[in-house]
């Protein structure tokens, strides 16, 4: 029998598992809910992206069931090809308006937006300039472009300028930052960095996969939040969090666009979504302008909630969002804290490095709009019982 050619991964795995950072996959028996059936337990359910409970809403299971009844399960091709069908260019139109944007493209998901369109616009002799906490996607999409990656300090402003002092002005650059950072729930600096592109002649760049449907007026994100409309040149959402379904999208001028659908590689070479899931994100967009009390509910829940951890003595890190980390130290104190929670009836992540630094492991929280105050009392009860018995508070 020839030896294994794999049998390194398997010593990778102890490695993994030695340090306290293997993480098992969490099985839901339920729909994704406030409460939901989670590996056999039921248990308040802080973990999702599911910010507006929009991934069971009626009207949005009509609108996907309806899509399917109309024009079947998929699309069989790729969007440049085949696979474009009128309600794909009816929620790019939807998303362009709500977004107040020239155009949109609509990508499989927040992932393949980032990366294929930071890959698609930079190429080998130009400048990423990235804070340091940015998502993985950006990341990956910044070594696709082979341009040169500089990261600056999380949220440091004066320390990016520092970077963008040092290059050519007829350099090429972008300067891209989270809208809302997924791991600490802080906020980056817009406004600054609007600025600072402005003054260097970058590309700014916004990735908004949790702001969508979360911050501004009706969820149109950071650039709504901090009034910076026209300043930020790519604008990316996410459609998989607080839109309920799944994809990303891209917004921006048409050229940007048009430039996209020639070049985008995801776009290129992947197939397009299922006519359910777009129909599903058009009915999204209706429910968020048509129903912000869903969005007034998350915010009453998330100032509920945050408060409740502080007071209780909980590091909260900086969080501005419903994205609430509760900072545990290294790895295994956070997983620990996680299972206890979880043995309890709550069911809030475990996250380490390197998702995080080696010293901020955490346990990540997200409220929705859906739960109720019995539910985020109880999960304060358990915080507080589980956390005293670990010596967090
Ligand atoms: C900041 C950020 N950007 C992008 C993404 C990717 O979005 P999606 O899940 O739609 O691929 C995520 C999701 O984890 C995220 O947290």
């Avoid at 991964?9 to 989670?38: C, H, P």
């Avoid at 100032?303 to 951890?309: T, V």
């Avoid at 955490?362 to 018995?389: N, P, S």
């Amino acid at each position: 029998m020839r030896p294994d050619p794999l049998a390194f991964l398997s010593t990778e795995l102890s490695a993994i598992k030695r340090q306290g950072l293997y993480r098992s996959l969490r099985i839901l028996d339920d729909r994704q809910q406030a409460t939901s059936r989670v590996d056999g337990r039921t248990v308040v359910n802080l973990s999702s992206n599911n910010y507006l409970g929009l991934t069971t809403h009626p009207k949005l299971i009509a609108r996907a069931r309806q899509a399917i009844e109309e024009y079947g399960v998929g699309t069989g091709s790729v969007r440049t090809i085949a696979g474009t069908m009128a309600i794909h260019m009816e929620l790019e139109r939807r998303l362009a308006t709500f977004k107040k944007t020239e155009a949109v493209v609509v990508f499989q998901s927040g992932f393949t937006a980032n990366a294929g369109t930071v890959s698609a616009i930079l190429g080998k002799d130009d400048v990423i300039i990235s804070d340091a906490l940015n998502h993985a996607s950006i990341i990956d999409g910044c070594r696709l472009s082979r341009a040169a990656i500089k990261t600056f300090p999380h949220k440091d402003v004066a320390a990016a300028r520092r970077v963008l002092q040092e290059l050519p002005a007829a350099q090429r650059k972008l300067l891209v930052t989270d809208g809302v950072f997924s791991m600490d729930g802080d906020l980056g600096p817009l406004p600054e960095l609007c600025s600072l592109a402005e003054e260097f002649g970058c590309i700014m760049m916004v990735d908004d996969a949790h702001a969508s449907g979360v911050f501004g007026k009706n969820g149109r994100g950071t650039i709504d939040h901090f009034d910076v409309h026209g300043r930020v040149d790519v604008q990316v959402g996410t459609l998989s969090k607080a839109i309920g379904a799944l994809g990303g999208y891209v917004a921006g001028a048409r050229s940007l666009i048009e430039f996209l659908y020639q070049r985008a590689r995801p776009f290129l070479f992947s197939t397009s979504h299922p006519p359910s899931v777009a129909a599903t994100c058009i009915g999204a967009i209706d429910l968020l302008e048509n129903e912000p009390q869903l969005i007034e509910q998350l915010w009453e829940n998330t100032r509920f909630f945050k408060k409740g951890l502080q007071n209780l003595g909980f590091d909260t890190g900086m969080s501005e969002s419903p994205i609430t980390p509760v900072i545990a130290g290294d790895a295994s104190r956070a997983m620990k804290l996680s299972d206890r929670l979880f043995e309890e009836g709550v069911f809030a992540q475990g996250i380490g490095f390197p998702t995080v630094p080696r010293d901020k492991a955490r346990v990540r929280t997200i409220v929705t709009a859906t739960h109720t105050r019995d539910e985020l009392q109880f999960a304060l009860d358990t915080f507080a019982k589980v956390g005293r018995e670990l010596g967090l508070i």
